[in-house]
C-alpha cells in the first residue's frame, strides 16, 4: 500500500495517527497492574495452557498411529 503513495501522503497518514495517539488517554502500569494480576488468577481456573485439556475434548490428539513395515 505504501509503495503506491507518495511522500507526502504517508506523512500525512502518520500525521493523522499521531494525532489520534496524542489525545488517547494514559494510565500508569501502577494503577493497572493489580486489575490485570487479580484478572489473570481468576481466569486461571478455567485456562486450558495452565490446567490442560481432557483427553476427549482434546481436538489435536492423534487418531491413529503410523505403522512402517
Do not use: W
Amino acid at each position: 500500500m505504501a509503495r503506491d503513495m507518495s511522500d507526502k501522503d504517508i506523512l500525512k497518514m502518520e500525521l493523522e495517527q499521531l494525532k489520534l495517539e496524542v489525545n488517547t488517554p494514559r494510565t500508569a502500569v501502577s494503577a493497572t497492574a493489580p486489575e490485570i494480576i487479580a484478572f489473570v488468577e481468576a481466569k486461571s481456573a478455567e485456562d486450558p495452557l495452565i490446567k490442560g485439556v481432557p483427553e476427549d475434548k482434546n481436538p489435536f490428539k492423534e487418531k491413529g498411529g503410523c505403522i512402517i513395515t
